[in-house]
C-alpha cells in the first residue's frame, strides 16, 4: 500500500497563476483532509470531505477550492495564486468512527511545498 | 468545544536527559481518541501512537512513553535518555469517536543538543 500520496511535492508560482495538487489514498477511507502549514507554525485545515462528492469548508478556505470526484482523490485548488498562500500543504485520510475502529489516526501525505512570488 | 494545549512552545536538552511533552486537552465528549505526532526537520509527519478513552494503561515503547489521566485531562509523552534524532515538532491531537474532526494542538518544538 502506497498510503496517501501527494503531487507535486514542490512547486513555485507566480502571483495569480491557478494550479492544483492531487492527493490519493489507497486505503479506502471515507475522510479526506488538506491542511497548509507555516514555517514554525501548526497544522491548519483549509477543506476537508467527508465521501464522494461532498466537501467542507474547514479553518482558513479563502483561496481554496476543492473536488472529490473519486473516493481515493481529493483536489485542492488555487485560483489565483498570492504570496499569502506560500506553504507546505498536508493531504490527510482517515476512517470513518464506528463501533471497535483499529485506527482511529490520520494518515498523511507527504507535504506539497508551493512557493508563489 | 474540543480544543488541544501543548503549553511548552520549545524545549532544549542535553543528549541523554529524559524529557516530558505536556499535552492537556478539552472535550465534552465521553469517548475520544488522543494521538501523538512527529514531525522531523524532514517535515513529514510521522504517527507515533494513538490512544482510547477507555484505556487509561500507560504505554512504553523504547524510549518513548505515554501518560494517559483522564482525571487531570492530559496525555504527556516522555523520551527517556534523548538523542539527537528525538529532535522534531511533537504534536498532540484529539478525535471523537463520532464524527471527522481532528484538534491538533500547536506543536512542541524539541531539539536535543549533542
Known amino acids: 500500500n502506497a498510503g496517501v500520496t501527494q503531487t507535486p511535492k514542490f512547486r513555485v508560482l507566480k502571483t495569480g497563476q491557478s494550479m492544483t495538487l492531487l492527493c490519493a489514498q489507497d486505503?479506502?477511507?471515507?475522510?479526506m483532509y488538506w491542511y497548509r502549514q507555516d514555517p514554525g507554525m501548526g497544522l491548519r485545515l483549509i477543506h476537508y470531505?467527508?465521501?464522494?462528492?461532498?466537501?467542507a469548508k474547514g479553518e482558513v478556505p479563502d483561496g481554496y477550492n476543492v473536488s472529490r470526484l473519486k473516493k481515493q482523490n481529493f483536489l485542492l485548488g488555487l485560483e489565483s495564486a498570492a504570496p499569502s498562500q506560500t506553504s507546505v500543504y498536508f493531504c490527510?485520510?482517515?476512517?470513518?468512527?464506528?463501533?471497535?475502529?483499529?485506527?482511529?489516526?490520520?494518515?498523511f501525505g507527504p507535504g506539497t511545498r508551493l512557493t508563489v512570488l | 468545544a474540543q480544543k488541544v494545549t501543548q503549553a511548552q512552545t520549545e524545549i532544549s536538552v542535553v543528549e541523554k536527559e529524559d524529557v516530558t511533552l505536556d499535552c492537556v486537552y478539552e472535550?465534552?465528549?465521553?469517548?475520544?481518541?488522543l494521538f501523538w505526532y512527529k514531525q522531523p526537520p524532514s517535515g513529514e509527519l510521522v504517527f507515533l501512537i494513538r490512544?482510547?478513552?477507555?484505556?487509561?494503561q500507560n504505554e512504553i515503547s523504547g524510549r518513548y512513553s505515554w501518560n494517559f489521566q483522564k482525571s487531570t485531562s492530559s496525555f504527556n509523552f516522555t523520551i527517556t535518555a534523548s538523542q539527537v534524532v528525538d529532535s522534531a515538532v511533537y504534536f498532540c491531537?484529539?478525535?471523537?469517536?463520532?464524527?471527522?474532526?481532528?484538534?491538533f494542538g500547536p506543536g512542541t518544538r524539541l531539539s536535543v543538543l549533542p
Open positions: 490527510a485520510s482517515s476512517s470513518r468512527t464506528s463501533g471497535s475502529l483499529q485506527r482511529p489516526e490520520q494518515f
Open positions: 486505503m479506502n477511507h471515507e475522510y
Open positions: 470531505s467527508v465521501g464522494e462528492g461532498t466537501t
Open positions: 472535550t465534552r465528549d465521553t469517548t475520544y481518541y
Open positions: 490512544r482510547n478513552s477507555f484505556d487509561e
Open positions: 491531537a484529539l478525535r471523537s469517536s463520532y464524527g471527522q474532526n481532528f484538534v
